[in-house]
């Protein structure tokens, strides 16, 4: 089941920069950077009472951020919504008429598990799935 929004992801062309202007715009620092080479990215978060902001910097040129950022610019890549159990949400939505990008489940930034459904199935907006590890 669907419990919330868990954060909203910007694809960003220069993080430092992005960062500075996060921080001047929400009045605090991000609290977590990371790693995650097998998207291709350096995560920074911000957190806003229960809310995160998640900037995304591709660090290599096949990442898909770049991609995303090559054809689109910068700006929202993504809304992730929290839930119980990914497995549960794929195969329900499957069932529902949904398509994923990958079905499979695999480990992203800030301690999940995460999956994304294709936009063309919902409006364009790419929807990702975290669940807690």
């Known amino acids: 089941m669907i419990k919330k929004i868990e954060h909203i992801g910007i694809a960003v062309e220069d993080l430092g920069k992005s960062e500075e202007l996060f921080e001047k715009l929400l009045g605090k620092k991000p609290y977590k950077k990371e790693s995650v080479k097998t998207e291709g990215v350096i ?3 911000f957190k806003i009472a229960d809310q995160k902001l998640e900037l995304l910097h591709a660090t290599r ?5 770049k991609k995303f950022i090559e054809k689109r610019k910068e700006g929202v890549h993504h809304i992730a919504l929290h839930v119980d159990s990914i497995e549960k949400e794929v195969v329900r939505l499957e069932k529902l008429g ?3 990008i990958s079905p499979t489940p695999k480990k992203g930034a800030d301690n999940k598990m ?3 459904l294709h936009p063309k199935t919902t409006n364009g907006v790419l929807v990702e799935l975290c669940e807690e590890i």
Not at 61 to 65: Q, V
């Open 43 to 45: 995560t920074s978060f």
């Open 61 to 65: 040129i096949d990442s898909p951020i």
């Open 98 to 100: 949904f398509e994923f």
């Open 114 to 116: 995460i999956v994304f």
